[in-house]
C-alpha cells in the first residue's frame, strides 16, 4: 500500500476547495466550532438538521457523508464523530480519522481536507493531535490486496491536507504530521509483513527484508547463519528450528543518531516466528493460519529501527530479531530434549509449542552483550495473555519501575495501552526442573506469568520490559483504524517510546 501524501495549510474550512472535507463534532454540542457554523449558514442551516433530527449526533465513529450541491467549495463534507466533549481523548481522535478516511475511500474520492479540532483534548499539544489524526488517516484506509486477482473498485487515497486556522500552529502541526506518517508508515510495513504467508516470508526472506532496510536508511546490520550461532552456543534458537527445512537467522540491526560515543543504547528484541506449528508439541488445526503472524514482535522491532533512522531520532538503537520457523520434522525438537542457551543456562523442553521464550532467551542474552540503558522484548508469547487481558490491551512485565511507567505512558499516547501483571519469584516453583535448570512451561495457572519470568533469567540487572502482544496482534473483526486480521499493535508504542526518550 503506497502512503498518503500529508500536507498542511493555513486556511478557513469555509473557503477550502476539496473534493471532500471532513470536520469533526462533539455529541451534543451545537455547531459552535467556526469552520462548521459558517459553513452550515452557506448551506442554509443544513448541518444543523441533521444534528436537531439525531441524523448525525456526534457519537464516536459516528460518520456522515453531506453533498453540498455546490454551495460551498468543497464538493463533499463528512461529519465525524467525537464522542461527548470531556471524554475526547488522542484515541478518540485517531478513530474518528480512521472512520473518515474509510468513509471517503467508500465514495471514490482520490483525496480529502479535514480541519483541524477547535480544542485539543486538556494538556495535549498540536504536535499529538495531528499525529494522531494523520496516524488514524493513513491506518484507516490500510488494506492488504497483494494476493488478490481483481483489482478493488475502492480506490486508496492518494492526499490529505490538515487546514489551521493559525499560523502559529503550522510549526506544531507539521512536526506532528512527520512524526504521524512515520509510526502510520512503521504499522503498515508490520502489517504488510505479518499478512504475507509463511510460504512467503521464510526467515530468508526476512534477512532479505532486513538488509533492505538497512540499505535504504543506512542502519548497519550483522546477519549470523546457523553455523555462526552454533559456534556461539545458541542452542534455544536452534533446538526450536531443527523440524523445519527453513534454516534459521539471527539478525542484529543498529543506528546510531547520537554523536555521543558513551552512548549505551536501547535495544528491542522481537520473536520472529514465520509460522508456528506447535513443532512436536502440534497446535489444533483451528485458527492455526493465523500464525504466519506469529512474527509480530520481530517485524515491529524492525519497523522501529526503521522509522526511527527516518525520524533522525538522537538515540543509539538496536533491533534484535532471532527468526525461526517452528516445524514438527524428523529432527524436530521433542519434549523432553534438553538445551543449552547461548547464556549457558540450560531449559528442559516439556512442550515444543512455547517456543518464543526460548528464541528470545538467546536473543535476550545476546542483547546484554551491548549493556543497554533499555531492554525491551516484544513477542506474541502466550495465548494465557488472550485469556487475562482479551484483546484491547497488551501484558507488560519489567524489572525497572522508571521503564515501566514511560512505557506505560507512551502506550496511553499511541493508544496501544499496557496492563501491568506482576514478575513475582514465587513462580518460579512451576518452572523448576528436576533435570536442568528451568523448565520451559510452568503449567496452566498463571501461564502469562510464567512466561515472562522464564524471560527475566536471561536480562541480567538491565532495566528490562516485556510486552505480550498475543492478545492485540490479531482483530477477529474490521475497527476503526484497525483491520481484521494482523494489525501492527505494538509498533506505535514502540516509536512512541523512542519518540519520549529522544525529545
Known amino acids: 500500500m503506497k502512503i498518503m ?14 473534493e471532500a472535507l471532513v470536520l469533526t463534532h462533539c455529541e451534543g454540542e451545537g455547531l459552535a466550532g467556526q ?4 459553513i452550515d449558514r452557506s448551506l442554509g442551516g443544513a448541518l444543523s438538521k441533521l444534528v436537531q433530527s439525531k441524523e448525525f449526533e456526534g457519537k464516536a465513529n459516528e460518520v456522515l457523508l453531506y453533498h453540498t450541491q455546490g454551495t460551498v467549495p468543497a464538493k463533499r463534507l463528512i461529519l465525524a464523530g467525537l464522542g461527548k466533549k470531556s471524554e475526547v481523548t488522542l484515541e478518540k481522535i485517531r478513530q474518528a480519522m480512521g472512520s473518515a478516511s474509510k468513509r471517503v475511500r467508500q465514495a471514490k474520492v482520490g483525496s480529502f481536507t479535514v480541519a483541524l479540532p477547535s480544542i485539543p483534548p486538556t494538556g495535549v499539544s498540536w504536535v499529538e493531535v495531528a499525529q ?14 497483494v494476493y488478490r486477482s481483481e483489482t478493488a473498485s475502492e480506490q486508496d487515497i492518494k492526499g490529505m491536507k490538515i487546514l489551521i486556522p493559525r499560523k502559529d500552529q503550522l510549526q506544531e502541526v507539521t512536526e506532528g504530521i512527520r512524526r504521524g506518517v512515520a509510526t502510520a508508515e512503521a504499522t503498515v510495513f508490520v502489517r504488510d509483513l505479518c499478512n504475507h504467508p509463511s510460504n512467503v516470508l521464510t526467515p530468508t526472506k526476512v534477512a532479505d527484508e532486513a538488509k533492505a532496510v538497512a540499505k535504504a536508511e543506512k542502519i548497519s546490520i550483522k546477519i549470523l547463519d546457523q ?47 514465520t509460522f508456528d506449528t506447535g513443532g512436536i508439541s502440534l497446535k489444533p488445526a483451528e485458527n492455526m493460519e493465523h500464525m504466519k503472524a506469529d512474527m509480530t514482535g520481530g517485524a515491529e522491532v524492525l519497523a522501529s529501527i526503521r522509522a526511527a533512522a527516518r525520524l533522525k531520532l538522537p538515540l543509539r538503537l538496536i533491533s534484535i530479531l532471532p527468526v525461526a520457523e517452528n516445524m514438527p520434522g524428523g529432527r524436530a525438537m521433542k519434549p523432553g530434549d534438553i538445551v543449552t542457551t547461548l547464556s549457558g543456562k540450560t531449559v528442559e523442553v516439556q512442550n515444543t509449542d512455547a517456543e518464543g521464550r526460548l528464541i528470545l532467551a538467546d536473543g535476550l542474552a545476546y542483547a546484554m552483550r551491548y549493556k543497554p540503558a533499555a531492554l525491551i522484548d516484544i513477542a506474541t508469547l502466550t495465548g494465557a495473555c ?10 507488560m512485565f519489567g524489572t525497572d519501575q522508571t521503564l515501566k511507567e514511560q512505557v506505560r505512558k507512551s502506550g496511553l499516547t499511541a493508544g496501544e495501552r499496557v496492563w501491568e501483571m506482576p514478575l513475582w519469584d514465587e513462580y518460579f516453583e512451576q518452572l523448576k526442573s528436576d533435570v536442568a535448570d528451568m523448565r520451559n512451561i510452568g503449567g496452566r495457572g498463571g501461564g502469562m506469568i510464567t512466561a515472562a519470568l522464564f524471560l527475566s533469567k536471561f536480562v541480567g540487572d538491565c532495566p528490562w520490559v516485556h510486552l505480550d502482544i498475543a492478545s492485540t496482534d490479531w482483530s477477529e473483526r474490521d475497527r476503526a483504524y484497525v483491520p481484521k486480521g494482523p494489525t501492527g499493535i505494538g509498533t506505535r508504542l514502540l516509536l512512541q517510546y523512542l519518540i519520549d526518550r529522544s525529545l
Open 5 to 18: 501524501q500529508v500536507t498542511a495549510e493555513v486556511s478557513r474550512a469555509e473557503t477550502a476547495t476539496a
Open 35 to 38: 469552520d462548521a457554523a459558517l
Open 132 to 145: 494522531a489524526m494523520v496516524e488514524g488517516a493513513i491506518l484507516g484506509n490500510y488494506r492488504f490486496t
Open 227 to 273: 553455523n555462526e550461532m552454533e559456534r556461539l552456543g545458541m542452542g534455544a534458537l536452534l533446538g526450536v528450528s531443527r523440524g523445519s527445512q527453513e534454516p534459521p537467522k539471527f539478525i542484529i540491526l543498529e543506528y546510531n543518531g547520537t554523536k555521543k560515543k558513551d552512548e549505551r543504547p536501547v535495544v528491542l528484541v522481537g520473536k520472529t516466528i
Open 386 to 395: 488472550v485469556v487475562a487481558l482479551g484483546q484491547f490491551a497488551i501484558g
